[in-house]
T-cell receptor
Framework: DAGITQSPRHKVTETGTPVTLRCHQT?????MYWYRQDPGHGLRLIHY???????DKGEVSDGYSVSRSKTEDFLLTLESATSSQTSVYFC???????????FGAGTRLSVL | AQSVTQLGSHVSVSEGALVLLRCNYS??????LFWYVQYPNQGLQLLLK??????LVKGINGFEAEFKKSETSFHLTKPSAHMSDAAEYFC????????????FGTGTRLQVTL
């Protein structure tokens, strides 16, 4: 998975609790992305980062925040998890040219 | 705005048969086009990409795709399916230019039968 580690790989949590997912890369790529994957929707972009402390919203950003204090780490936070946020979350990284993105193995999150 | 349409959420072929997975895109500017494959409980792996140059692109595992601008299509083919090809396949589009966002189709699950 191209030097990308997502943690945790699986998480079960309760509605209303905060959750943080971590994406760690060893490739020193500038661009990092968070997606969620749901049946019938493919992958949808939540947030992305184009450098340390530089982030922007994707198409499904409501209820999510991100932070990137170091090149190698991109954190996704659900401030107050809801059942609609039950999903598989993927991190991706890109060096930039040609927009090729490389994906992590995913985090399966269940919000009960 | 960009969009991707993958016709057929499920495709079933016999082992040894031709694989054809359809992808049509919408983009206001010349696009970059990608096919990714996802095996169960794994992340997405790049199969092939079109950025510039030759419109017929070859990827890993014997797959290829042809960019047809006039048809706004980027269909994925493989002459002879193998059991190991069973997976979900995603077509994606981005605008040209560094780090433009990818827009994914909803995916096609390929089943290969004996």
């Amino acid at each position: 998975d191209a030097g990308i580690t997502q943690s945790p790989r699986h998480k079960v949590t309760e509605t209303g609790t905060p959750v943080t997912l971590r994406c760690h890369q060893t490739e020193n790529h500038r661009y990092m992305y968070w997606y969620r994957q749901d049946p019938g929707h493919g992958l949808r972009l939540i947030h992305y980062s184009y450098g340390v402390k530089d982030t922007d919203k994707g198409e499904v950003s409501d209820g999510y925040s991100v932070s990137r204090s170091k090149t190698e780490d991109f954190l996704l936070t659900l401030e107050s998890a809801t059942s609609s946020q039950t999903s598989v979350y993927f991190c991706a990284i890109s060096p930039g040219p040609e927009n090729i993105q490389y994906f992590g193995a995913g985090t399966r999150l269940s919000v009960l | 705005a960009q969009s991707v349409t993958q016709l057929g959420s499920h495709v079933s072929v016999s082992e040894g048969a031709l694989v054809l997975l359809r992808c049509n895109y919408s983009s206001s500017v010349p696009p970059y086009l990608f096919w990714y494959v996802q095996y169960p409980n794994q992340g997405l792996q790049l199969l092939l990409k079109y950025t510039t140059g030759a419109t017929l692109v070859k990827g890993i595992n014997g797959f290829e795709a042809e960019f047809k601008k006039s048809e706004t299509s980027f269909h994925l083919t493989k002459p002879s399916a193998h059991m190991s090809d069973a997976a979900e396949y995603f077509c994606a589009v981005s605008e040209t230019g560094t780090a433009s966002k990818l827009t994914f189709g909803t995916g096609t699950r390929l089943q290969v039968t004996l």
